[in-house]
């Protein structure tokens, strides 16, 4: 399996980590001042150096309850770090964004991904997406951010999240996003109960569309506080399972905030599928 990105080709023959890189205020300092970037930078490249062939970095948190945060403040956030990361580093650049102006300017800096929570939702990010030649992840997200977790509901979690990204996957197709440039993801924990994560990892195979490869991201998430009782510093073990899971069940990209630990549940994955593991 192959993925298209701005300048080149991603090889998804195996299944690889995404490192997420949030950009986004400490309780010292705004992103855009020269040690956020650093650090930011940093931390990146310790990714790239434990094995993750794409970093996703984003400068609006999408946690809910987030404040809102404006394209400049946006742009100042992710832009320094994207060109830096262009120059030093190979692995495939992702913009996490929903917003139109940062797409474009991302992948004029050295992105070579989009990664839309929103799916190309907003007015205007069909088309810029198209027009920056980018591969896109299409994410399933019921509700907002903001309100997102307060009382989901579905019929069939998985036919409605199947159904979103096949309308998804035509409005792409419409305005020119080929089927080769699309990655596809069940949002895991956007707007969704533990019994709704779990239904969709477990049928994971049923939001296949055409060859577009899955990405899914566990790491740190609420379903481990629901299913385990575990604050959110206390997941790492939860979201290895997780990985190892997504993997076994036909996922190609792993994003997560844990590189080193699930690049390890990568190949045991992998070995296991090679061994002939069955999925269900
Ligand atoms: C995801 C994401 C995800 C994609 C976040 C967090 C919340 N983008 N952005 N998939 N999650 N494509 O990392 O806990 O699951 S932000």
Redesign the pocket.
């Known amino acids: 399996m192959q993925l298209r990105l701005a300048r080149s080709v991603l090889d998804l023959t195996h299944p690889i980590v995404m490192g ?1 890189l949030n950009v986004t205020p400490d309780s010292f300092s705004d992103g855009g001042s020269y040690a956020v970037v650093e650090s930011a930078i940093e931390r990146a490249l310790q990714m790239a150096e434990e094995g993750a062939l794409m970093l996703d970095i984003g400068g609006e948190s ?2 809910p309850g987030a404040p809102p945060v404006s394209v400049e403040l946006e742009l100042e956030r992710v832009i320094p770090v994207i060109e830096a990361l262009a120059r030093r580093t190979p692995v495939a650049l992702s913009v ?1 964004t929903r917003k139109p102006e940062v797409m474009e300017a991302a992948v004029a800096a050295g992105a070579s991904i989009i ?1 839309d ?1 929103a799916a190309l939702r907003a007015p205007g990010a069909l088309a810029a997406a198209a027009r920056s030649g980018a591969a896109v ?1 299409l ?1 399933h997200m019921q509700g907002e951010p903001g309100s997102m977790q307060a009382d989901p509901r579905y019929g069939d979690v998985v036919a409605e999240v199947r159904q979103f990204l096949a309308e998804r996957v035509a409005a792409c197709n419409a305005v020119g996003i080929s089927l080769d440039r699309l990655v596809l ?1 069940p ?3 956007f707007g969704k109960r533990l019994e709704h994560n779990l239904a969709l990892l477990a049928h994971l195979q049923e939001l296949k569309i055409g060859a577009c490869p899955l ?1 899914v ?1 566990v790491s ?2 609420s379903m481990f506080g629901a299913l385990l009782g575990r604050g959110v510093t206390e997941r790492l073990a939860g979201g290895v399972a997780g990985a190892t899971a997504a993997v076994l069940a036909g996922a190609s990209i792993i ?1 997560t905030h844990d590189v080193a630990a699930t690049i390890d549940a990568v190949k045991v994955a992998v070995a296991l599928r090679q061994a002939g593991f069955e999925s269900l």
């Open positions: 997420v999408t946690r996490d990664n929570v992840c994410m993801d949002g895991i924990g990405l991201g740190r998430k994003r």
